[in-house]
Structure formats: C-alpha cells, structure tokens
C-alpha cells in the first residue's frame, strides 16, 4: 500500500510502504476433530491429507484452515466417490485404465473429467 503526502509548508511529496505478511495461528492438535475435505491452505485447495512441513500427514477441521488441525488416522484419509465419469465412461470402482503403471486408481470428485482430483487405491 502506498500512501502520498504533503507537509503544510513544502512541495515535497513523501511516500510510504506499508507490507503486510500472512500471519497464521497454528493451535495444538485436535485429536476428536473430523477432517473437512476439501480444505484450504497456503492459497491451494486440498481434497485429502497432506504432508506439508510435518512428519506425517494432516487435515484441517475447517473449510478454509484457520489453525485447527490434526494428523489423520487410516478412517481420516478421503474416499473414492463412485460413480465416477472419466473420459466417456461412468466407473463403479476403482480402474486402471489410463494409469501408465496398470495400478488401480479412483476419482475424488464425481467429474474426474472437470477436477482432475484423483489417488491410488489401497
């Protein structure tokens, strides 16, 4: 933000930076919490936990994160969503089709097609 002025007696015009950083509070874990997914941190939308600056993985218990956490457990981790659409077709369950590695995979969202959102299955 920029800020010009101009003393009573003189021509000078002064200007001021102000810069503001982003603050966040980081509270204890939450270990009765329920992640909500999808959650937003750092400007990035997530749709499962994340490992992000941490030994293990963690979710928010909030929409958009707002310090109140915790890490997951196996029950926290995001679930396939079926049915799914993936190119033309609907998908009951988890597909290889279009993994170079053959492994079995599933969408997170119903449209794969739209969000892109997806993970291997266990």
Not at 9 to 18: A, G, H, L, T
Not at 79 to 105: L, N, Q, S
Request: glycine fraction near 4%; include cysteine; proline fraction near 2%.
């Amino acid at each position: 933000m920029f800020l010009f002025g101009r003393h009573k007696n003189s021509e000078i015009n002064i200007s001021f930076k102000f810069s503001f950083s982003e603050t966040i509070i980081h509270f204890p874990e939450v270990k009765d919490g329920k992640c909500f997914f999808p959650f937003h941190y750092k400007n990035e939308i997530f749709y499962d936990c994340i490992k992000f600056r941490t030994k293990h993985k963690w979710c928010s218990l909030n929409e958009t994160y707002q310090g109140y956490w915790k890490y997951c457990s196996e029950d926290d981790f995001a679930k396939c969503v079926f049915p799914f659409w993936y190119r033309h077709m609907i998908y009951r369950e988890c597909t290889e089709d279009g993994d170079a590695f053959g492994k079995k995979w599933c969408s997170l969202t119903q449209h794969y097609n739209k969000d892109k959102i997806w993970k291997y299955c266990d």
